[in-house]
């Protein structure tokens, strides 16, 4: 069996902010993103035009409330009928939608058309960003990662 002698990189899955690192010289090295920074806001904006990952989609928001998504990660293994996400949807610019099975589903205009996406792939389109980060400060393609999500699920009575 051959030992894995590329570079593997990690990642924080953050509900707010995200980032990305790589072991390097003995210790771990936080990347900086295209804009300098070492955290990522955990945000994807739609436009007529693109879809925005990060800093630039957080930056845009006030002119693209209703279609930048933030907080994808609180609806994560979460019923759309549960307290905790009625409750945040009344903080929340986008909307979010029963999928008619209780799960909640995230509805943006993307290009001019409707668009649904469950947590998970607005969560995945934030990790890309952050294995793209890591692809682009290495210089080549990243195929080995350890992924982290902290994740703190509380049940509540009333939810069931």
Not at 46 to 72: C, H, P, S, Y
Request: aromatic letters at 8%.
């Amino acid at each position: 069996m051959s030992k894995y002698t590329g570079i593997g990189i990690g990642i924080d899955l953050g509900t707010t902010y995200s980032c990305v690192g790589i072991w390097e010289n003995d210790r771990v090295e936080i990347i900086a993103n295209d804009q300098g920074n070492r955290t990522t806001p955990s945000y994807v904006a739609f436009t007529d035009t693109e879809r925005l990952i990060g800093d630039a989609a957080k930056n845009q928001i006030g002119m693209n409330v209703k279609n930048t998504v933030f907080d994808a990660k609180r609806m994560i293994g979460r019923r759309f009928s549960e307290p905790s996400i009625q409750k945040d949807m009344k903080h929340w610019s986008f909307k979010v939608v029963d999928d008619g099975h209780d799960k909640p589903i995230i509805e943006v205009e993307y290009k001019g058309e409707i668009k649904r996406f469950t947590p998970e792939e607005i969560s995945s389109m934030v990790l890309t960003k952050m294995k793209e980060t890591a692809e682009t400060f290495i210089g080549k393609e990243v195929k080995m990662q350890l992924l982290h999500v902290q994740h703190i699920l509380m049940i509540h009575k009333d939810s069931y």
